[in-house]
């Protein structure tokens, strides 16, 4: 009898190979992901993106594309699709990357007015406009359009609530403001992007000269649409397109100089701390730093490190590095009263806290986030501030003097006191800015521990603080994740290796007297220094546990 040959099988793909609409969804995150990674990914690819899509799309809208005298509408699309598309891109990247926009009724009424801003200001200029050409049937008319300073809403609205808010106060201004011409279409494009693009730019801004100039590179990244307009309508090359041309430049400038002028004045009634009042708070000639130079010297030299390291990891994670820096300089300004209860401004004087009792202590070195907070209302240093010296330490434990008090009442064959007695009393840190401060302050005074600082062992310190403030659950209220904690690990241990770097051991150099113990809001001086771990088996773990290693 034949053998029965086995029956042929059906190629099956396998499972994962398969095509279904849940696999292809589940998957749009990390398409979602790769684009964000491509919007941001620098602005020729930005460009490039915005440009494919765009010529897409013009070639999808024209009809018979294919012909020659269809070529200026494609361009033209093209241009006005990319430029949309590209703003939409470099918002959509900084509402994704950034945290979210501040909230509350004084922002909201802020908005509200800016938006309110754009429709008067644009009604204004369009009356001016009118009345200035009055009888004038030359070319411009229609040009003048874009000389309305609409940018300054956006502008504005960046530099007060940061550019995510300055886009929509873009987005809403150019959409009203454009309904005041006859012909609103060209004019609405243009305010939408020239203001996002503005508020982009005010974004990174500093100074008051450096919102004119916003307003100019907005306006320069409005062109291509009013020439994408010129071409698609026939009018690129006249004297029209000319007028538009010089009308773009001065709406730019005009809207730089009118945000320029109002932005002290809109701070000053509202109380917004704006990038150039902090740009001020950072001189070190002000008045409550100098206080802090000259009475607790050692607390300054500490404050300027700590303002070096956050400012360095505020930018590496994307975090208000301006913000974080200036908090990090006026951080322990409470210090001043007590100055000589903490370890970094005794050369080399007694310890105070050898007559106290552990409570007491405990209670000078809390206090001084209260006195910080009262002296910087004193001082005028604005919410932002204020807020992170009060989170700085969040509600971290004194352990020393904790682990000292419960000695001696078990000598007194007394209860252990309450750890609340002996913490500080938060907040926890509510901003990535606050976060890292923690972070910084508590690296910053523990690295002064460190016998032989070699770059193993300022690492395996940075590590180890950090793991032991995140199992602490003290960053639990910020933003910060752990890929920020990863980097920001890495730029801490760039910066202290720098700063330790010239500590060279010689061979024939006699042994250095053990260093005094840096952090004074844990231990008081005089006590023998803790020794960090190093690259050791607790650091280790701890890391293992946080997947920084
Ligand atoms: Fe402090
Ligand atoms: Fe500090």
């Not at 909230?103 to 909201?108: E, F, I, S, V, W």
């Not at 429709?119 to 200029?125: P, T, Y």
């Not at 352990?399 to 007695?421: H, M, V």
Request: hydrophobic share 45%; with cysteine.
């Amino acid at each position: 009898m034949p053998q029965q040959e086995p029956p042929k099988l059906k190629a099956v793909p396998p499972r994962d190979q398969r095509f279904s609409w849940p696999r292809l969804t589940g998957q749009l995150p990390q398409v979602l992901e790769r684009l964000k990674d491509l919007a941001g990914g620098g602005r020729g690819t930005q460009w490039l993106l915005a440009g494919l899509v765009g010529l897409l799309l013009a070639v999808a809208i024209t009809p018979h594309p294919w012909r020659l005298d269809s070529l200026p509408q494609v361009l033209g699309g093209a241009a006005l699709a990319a430029a949309l598309l590209r703003v939409l891109f470099v918002a959509w990247y900084q509402g994704l990357s950034r945290a979210g926009g501040r909230a509350g009724a004084r922002n909201l009424a802020l908005c509200l007015a800016l938006v309110v801003m754009a429709a008067g200001v644009s009604r204004g200029w369009e009356v001016f406009a009118v009345a200035l050409l009055e009888g004038w049937s030359g070319p411009g008319l229609g040009a003048l359009a874009f000389a309305a300073p609409l940018s300054a809403g956006p502008i504005l609205g960046a530099l007060l609530l940061g550019p995510q808010m300055g886009m929509l106060a873009a987005l809403a201004g150019g959409l009203v403001g454009a309904l005041a011409w006859p012909q609103p279409a060209g004019p609405m494009i243009y305010f939408l992007v020239s203001g996002v693009a503005a508020a982009h730019y005010a974004g990174r801004e500093h100074s008051l000269p450096g919102l004119i100039k916003a307003g100019f590179r907005g306006a320069l990244a409005g062109l291509p649409v009013v020439l994408g307009l010129a071409l698609w309508q026939g009018w690129l090359i006249s004297t029209d397109a000319l007028c538009a041309v010089l009308a773009v430049g001065l709406g730019g400038a005009l809207g730089g100089v009118l945000a320029a002028g109002l932005a002290p004045l809109v701070e000053m009634l509202l109380g917004y701390t704006t990038h150039i009042r902090l740009m001020e708070l950072s001189s070190l000639d002000q008045p409550a730093l100098q206080e802090l130079m000259l009475q607790a010297p050692g607390t300054y030299h500490h404050s300027l490190v700590v303002g070096s390291l956050v400012e360095a990891a505020a930018k590496e994670i994307g975090a208000d590095s301006l913000l974080a820096k200036v908090a990090a300089l006026y951080h322990d300004l409470g210090k001043i009263k007590k100055s000589p209860y903490f370890v970094e401004n005794q050369a080399s004087g007694p310890n105070r806290h050898e007559k106290l009792a552990p409570s007491m202590s405990a209670l000078i070195l809390t206090s001084h986030v209260k006195e910080g907070v009262e002296m910087a209302r004193r001082h005028r240093l604005g919410k932002p501030i204020i807020d992170i010296i009060a989170q700085h330490h969040g509600t971290r434990l004194i352990p020393f003097f904790y682990s000292k008090a419960c000695e001696a009442r078990r000598a007194l064959g007394q209860p252990d006191p309450e750890p609340e007695d002996f913490s500080y009393p938060g907040p926890r840190p509510q901003t990535r800015e606050a976060g890292l401060v923690m972070l910084a302050d508590t690296v910053e005074a523990a690295s002064r521990s460190v016998d032989n600082p070699t770059p193993a062992r300022l690492q395996g310190l940075v590590q180890q603080q950090i793991s032991k403030i995140f199992a602490e659950g003290q960053l639990d209220d910020c933003e910060l994740t752990l890929k920020d904690l990863h980097k920001i690990a890495k730029i801490f241990n760039t910066i202290l290796g720098g700063i330790f770097h010239q500590r060279v051991e010689y061979p024939q150099a006699e042994e250095k007297p053990r260093k005094r113990h840096g952090d004074s809001d844990k231990q008081p001086p005089g006590k023998p220094a803790h020794r960090p771990p190093g690259p050791g088996a607790q650091g280790q773990a701890g890391l293992r546990r946080l997947g920084l290693r």
